[in-house]
């Protein structure tokens, strides 16, 4: 028994809470830095490679590395027996993330950018943040407050801001609709990744980037691209373990506590990291431009984290099986005398509970609002 279980049970839920959000934030502020970092470092690749040879091998290296962590030290750990496992039941969940977010919003977006400048296109790819929350909002029974909504959508503004340049945006009808189902699928992919996002984030991760790499690479060598000399390869693969498998990692993290809606406005803040690796990497500068849409971002950012939305709500009663600790959520007895360690997984049941606690739109809280 932790430290916690001592504390009266609303001082406990609102510490379980508010930790949550900080964690979340936390996790998709690093995701959006290390994936981020991905466009200026591949950029220094492509000489070497196509676009969607370089993607199928940052999706690779990512499916790749987490596999070599999951076998050598995370399988039978601590941590893994805390997770709840991906079973067969999330065959189809699986298939979808990968579907959407690991072979069609590329085949997508290398189409589209073939018709239109990489400025409108860069604009374009903005798209996946508003996108992901419609869709969060819509179909998923998402909530987004009024200061969280003005906060997402002025670092979707910031971001697009960061990679807007005058006259250089000659709009292609057909590149246009390619971009704008690029940013779908993958904002379909944020939505069905969350849904996910209870299970064990190595694994899921694991599955998804390792059968992204293999279509997208296979996808790669049919359109007739060979591969890169081996140090390009193994450099891209390098890159793909942090920008892409770590990052989903912790962004898989993300959407389990804050959700898709609440996530998309972290990870909106990617490009800003790009345009601030690039000015060492690729000798690019930064002037009034930037610093006013950087400006625009930190206050979107805080206003994110700032926010708080609780209000009278009703649980009603579910079974199910997830990593979690004992609060108001979960307050149910575990059988024999050893005291239980947390957080831990299992089976369990949720009995209809009605409360006030601050709150956001996570796996137990897709309540409906006035």
């Known amino acids: 028994m932790t430290w916690?279980?001592?504390?009266?049970?609303?001082?406990?839920?609102?510490?379980?809470?508010?930790?949550?959000?900080?964690?979340?934030?936390?996790?998709?502020?690093?995701?959006?830095?290390?994936?981020g970092m991905s466009p200026p470092l591949a950029k220094l690749l492509l000489p070497e490679a196509g676009p969607l040879l370089i993607a199928g091998l940052l999706y690779l290296g990512a499916g790749v590395g987490l596999l070599v962590f999951e076998r050598v030290f995370y399988r039978g750990s601590e941590t893994s027996r805390r997770e709840t496992q991906v079973g067969p039941s999330?065959?189809?969940?699986?298939?979808?993330?990968?579907?959407?977010g690991g072979i069609l919003g590329p085949v997508f977006m290398l189409w589209g950018l073939q018709r239109v400048t990489g400025v409108f296109g860069s604009l374009l790819l903005n798209l996946e943040a508003p996108?992901?929350?419609?869709?969060?909002?819509?179909?998923?029974?998402?909530?987004l407050g009024r200061v969280e909504g003005v906060g997402a959508v002025l670092?979707?503004?910031a971001a697009a801001l960061l990679q807007y340049r005058s006259g250089d945006l000659r709009p292609d009808v057909w590149g246009f609709f390619a971009i704008a189902g690029a940013c779908l699928s993958w904002a379909l992919d944020n939505?069905?990744?969350?849904?996910?996002?209870?299970?064990?984030?190595?694994?899921?991760?694991?599955?998804?980037?390792l059968s992204a790499g293999v279509c997208t690479l296979s996808l790669a060598v049919v359109v007739d691209h060979s591969l890169p000399r081996p140090l390009i390869?193994?450099?891209?693969?390098l890159l793909g373990v942090l920008s892409y498998?770590?990052?989903?990692?912790?962004?898989?993290?993300?959407?389990?506590?804050?959700?898709?809606?609440?996530?998309?406005?972290?990870?909106?803040?990617?490009?800003?990291?790009?345009a601030l690796a690039a000015v060492p990497l690729l000798g690019e500068r930064w002037g009034s431009h930037e610093i006013v849409a950087t400006v625009v971002m930190?206050?979107?950012?805080?206003?994110?984290?700032?926010?708080?939305?609780?209000?009278?709500?009703?649980?009603a009663e579910v079974l199910h099986d997830h990593t979690h600790v004992h609060e108001d959520h979960h307050d149910h007895e575990h059988e024999g005398e050893h005291p239980i360690e947390e957080p831990h997984a299992h089976l369990h049941g949720h009995l209809p509970l009605m409360h006030d606690h601050p709150h956001v739109s996570d796996l137990h809280h897709r309540h409906e609002h006035g």
Do not use: Y
């Open 191 to 209: 939505n069905l990744s969350q849904r996910l996002s209870f299970r064990d984030p190595i694994v899921v991760t694991r599955i998804k980037t």
């Open 298 to 315: 930190v206050l979107g950012v805080g206003l994110l984290l700032s926010a708080r939305h609780h209000h009278i709500h009703v649980h």
């Open 90 to 100: 999330d065959r189809w969940l699986l298939a979808g993330i990968v579907f959407t």
């Open 155 to 157: 670092i979707i503004i």
């Open 245 to 274: 498998g770590v990052s989903l990692v912790l962004d898989m993290q993300a959407l389990r506590l804050l959700g898709a809606a609440r996530e998309a406005g972290f990870f909106a803040t990617a490009p800003f990291i790009g």
């Open 4 to 35: 916690r279980a001592w504390l009266p049970s609303d001082v406990r839920l609102n510490f379980f809470v508010r930790s949550n959000q900080r964690r979340g934030a936390a996790c998709g502020l690093a995701a959006a830095a290390l994936f």
């Open 233 to 237: 390869l193994i450099a891209a693969l």
């Open 131 to 143: 996108f992901t929350i419609v869709l969060a909002l819509l179909l998923f029974r998402e909530h």
